[in-house]
Each structure stands twice: as C-alpha cells, then as structure tokens.
T-cell receptor
C-alpha cells in the first residue's frame, strides 16, 4: 500500500467541466509534487511545492491550477482541459526539496477528457 | 536532449534468465533512484544510490552506481513474471540549483512464464 493517497482513481470529464484531483500524505514530508505521465513514458514534472509554497511551475498551462492547503494536502484544480491532457496524474512527496531525497509516489488518477 | 539515457527501451525474456538495464548520462548526479511501475499503479522506489562505486542488493536485484556518478545499472538474476513492469531510473543533477528529479526514458520489461 502506498503512503501517498490520491483520489479519485479514475476521472472522466468533458472539456468544459471543472474538477479537482486530491493528494494526501501523512509522512511529515514538506515537499510535494505533481507529475503527468503518458502510457509507457516516464513521469513529467508539473509543479513542486516546498513548505506549502510553489517552488517550481514547469510552464504548465493555466488550465491546471495547483493548491497546497497544508503540509499534508495537495490539490490540482482542472478547468477547460483538452483531449491531449488525458493521462495518469501522479502525486509524490519527499522529506524536503533538496539533494538525495527519494520521492514516494501515489498510484495516480487516470484522467480521460472527452 | 535526454539527460538520462536508459537502455534497452523494451526487453522481453523468459523466466529464469538474467538481464541488465543501463542508465547513462554525461552529467554527474548527486543521487540516483530506481523505480518499478506496474500497470495502474504509481512508481515504487526500489533503491537510492548516492556514493560513486556503490553496489546495493535487493534480493535478486543488484544496483550499481558508477564511480564517476554518471551512470547506473540494474541487474536482475533469475527473472520471474512478477518482475514485469516499467523500470525507471531518476536522479538529481549535481551541478546547478535544480533539485527536481530527471527521469530516464524507462525500460519496459516483460518476463514470460
């Protein structure tokens, strides 16, 4: 069982819908990450939060909006997505955002855009 | 340009065979991790290596970090169908301020019974 919990596991939405992905960890980690992963490809970094502050935005379109309400929670708000945004969205956490900090991943949310 | 080159990209072998997956770069890494990902799940951390020349063993899996910390390998002995999955190497580049993980392109391993 993963220690990073993501909900929902699956999400199907239309291009005009607004939805949110949620991620939770109780390991006391202070760095949290959002990744996008296409089939059989490595994860691509989207956002990094360190101590609840946004540290990195990898030029992600504004239709993806991250939020870190507290040190255990990370949300990804979705609005007006495109079909090419269909992918597995992974959340990860690490002790801190610095060297030699392995990341622990959740099982992801499988997102399909109709 | 892929900072971490992983090979082979695909590997299909029979149960009981041995295999090696390689992860190479021209950059020096402060640490390198190996993950295995099965369908419908997130990547699961197998090992972290931080010291040049380091060798770590996890049952039938042997991980090696190159002396110069630019490359790594994963060797599996007597592969089993349960080893099937996407193997990913990922590391943090030693130079510069960037602390995010750089992922290799992945190796899709299939072990046939």
């Amino acid at each position: 069982d993963t220690e990073v919990t993501q909900t929902p596991k699956h999400l199907v939405m239309g291009m005009t819908n607004k939805k949110s992905l949620k991620c939770e960890q109780h390991m006391g980690h202070r760095a949290m990450y959002w990744y996008k992963q296409k089939a059989k490809k490595p994860p691509e970094l989207m956002f990094v939060y360190s101590y609840e502050k946004l540290s990195i935005n990898e030029s992600v379109p504004s239709r993806f909006s991250p939020e870190c309400p507290n040190s255990s929670l990370l949300n990804l708000h979705l609005h007006a997505l495109q079909p090419e945004d269909s992918a597995l969205y992974l959340c990860a956490s690490s002790q801190e955002f610095r060297d030699n900090q392995p990341q622990h991943f959740g099982d992801g949310t499988r997102l399909s855009i109709l | 340009t892929q900072l971490l080159e992983q090979s082979p990209q695909f590997l299909s072998i029979q149960e009981g065979e041995n295999l090696t997956v390689y992860c190479n770069s021209s950059s020096v890494f402060s640490s390198l991790q190996w993950y295995r990902q099965e369908p419908g799940e997130g990547p699961v951390l197998l090992v972290t290596v931080v010291t040049g020349g380091e060798v770590k063993k996890l049952k039938r899996l042997t991980f090696q970090f190159g002396d110069a910390r630019k490359d790594s390998s994963l060797h599996i002995t007597a592969a089993q169908p349960g080893d099937t999955g996407l193997y990913l190497c990922a590391g943090q580049i030693s130079s510069g301020s960037a602390r995010q993980l750089t992922f290799g392109s992945g190796t899709q391993l299939t072990v046939l019974p």
